[in-house]
């Protein structure tokens, strides 16, 4: 292969690379789903319910649909969020569909500055975090990894309304040779199948990085303990912006992971991909070594 080639594939294979790396594009949100951008007729928090379904970053955009003439859209202060007072609006469209580009971290405040929309409950309040550190978790609070004696709702309490990010952990304390943490599929999970686990890790405490989006889900391979309810599902948001990602070796080898016990990884499609990038990288950097 002639060297000029090689430098094109190397150009490809980083390009490629990269991409899939930042695997997280933009989102469109459609301002409270099918309903759209009006007043929300007997449900004052419609929109505040709405925005709680969902998690915005940086770059997101906000499309609000509405009638053109019955509604419009204003961006205003969170005083004027509070008060309903549209007369001075930050920004004002009145042609739908009206997108909003998220393009800071902060709040933001919309609402319509038609007669009495605001007050009447079409108003929507939203939070773009910035970006944070990784966060661990210790899994139960105080109460650890046990089977509890409220059963598996001490653990859904635990988990409600935390936010678990990508490169977020999940601690587990337990006594050793009492408790285990398994990994499990959903199915396992629901079923209480602990014959049947992804991984098992049996030191305490228990280290687990979350490195992927989307749910995971975590019982005992001790006996009746699943069923007795040490089971805890819970949802990965996003990517934590900003904050440090896993490098494919650290993502290989759990034992760079921290001193505290045993560390483990959640299963990835991402971190092979990656993998393979850097193996691509390598033969390609020897290939041009080579010809250099
Ligand atoms: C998360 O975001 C960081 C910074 O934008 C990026 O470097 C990293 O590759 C992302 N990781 C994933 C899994 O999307
Ligand atoms: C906007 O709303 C109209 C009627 O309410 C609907 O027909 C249309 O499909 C909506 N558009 C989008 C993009 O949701
Ligand atoms: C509404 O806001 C404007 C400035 O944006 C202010 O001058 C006015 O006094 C406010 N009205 C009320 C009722 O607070
Ligand atoms: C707003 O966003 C929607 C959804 O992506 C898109 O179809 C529409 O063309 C955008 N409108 C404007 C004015 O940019
Ligand atoms: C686990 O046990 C159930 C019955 O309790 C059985 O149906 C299933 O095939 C087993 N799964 C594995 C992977 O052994
Ligand atoms: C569990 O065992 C590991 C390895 O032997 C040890 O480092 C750790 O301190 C033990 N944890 C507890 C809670 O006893
Ligand atoms: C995770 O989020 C999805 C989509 O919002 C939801 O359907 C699912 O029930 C959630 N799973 C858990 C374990 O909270
Ligand atoms: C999380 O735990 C690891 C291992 O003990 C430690 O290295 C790291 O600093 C901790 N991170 C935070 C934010 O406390």
């Not at 609402?111 to 009447?120: G, Q, R």
């Not at 108003?123 to 650890?144: C, D, H, Q, S």
Request: glycine content about 8%; overall charge negative.
């Amino acid at each position: 292969m002639a060297f000029s080639n090689i430098v094109k594939l190397a150009t490809l294979y980083l390009a490629v690379c990269a991409l899939l790396h930042n695997t997280k594009a933009e989102e469109v949100y459609d301002v409270g789903d099918d309903f759209g951008w009006a007043i929300p007729l007997g449900d004052p928090i419609f929109y505040d319910a709405w925005a709680s379904l969902h998690y915005f970053e940086v770059g997101d955009i906000l499309s609000f649909n509405f009638t053109n003439g019955e509604q419009d859209v204003a961006r205003v202060t969170k005083e004027a969020y509070l008060n309903c007072n549209t007369t001075n609006p930050i920004s004002l469209k009145k042609t739908s569909p009206a997108n909003f580009t998220l393009d800071v971290a902060g709040d933001y405040y919309f609402t319509s500055t038609l007669d009495k929309h605001c007050l009447k409950g079409q108003k929507l309040a939203i939070n773009v975090p910035g970006p944070r550190e990784p966060f661990n978790y210790t899994v139960g609070g105080n109460l650890g990894w046990v089977v509890s004696p409220i059963g598996e709702s001490a653990y859904e309490a635990w988990a409600y309304n935390k936010l678990f990010l990508v490169g977020d952990s999940l601690v587990f304390y337990y006594k050793n040779g009492t408790q285990d943490v398994a990994i499990v599929t959903k199915e396992a999970y629901e079923k209480c199948e602990t014959n049947n686990t992804l991984a098992v890790y049996t030191t305490s405490p228990t280290r687990i990085i979350l490195n992927t989006i989307g749910e995971h889900f975590f019982t005992s391979t001790y006996k009746d303990h699943c069923a007795l309810g040490q089971k805890l599902a819970i949802n990965v948001t996003a990517n934590s912006s900003g904050a440090t990602a896993l490098s494919p070796s650290e993502a290989l080898s759990p034992t760079n992971l921290g001193p505290s016990g045993s560390s483990a990884l959640v299963p990835t499609s991402s971190a092979t991909s990656m993998v393979f990038c850097g193996y691509m990288v390598t033969v390609l950097s020897i290939g041009l070594a080579f010809f250099i």
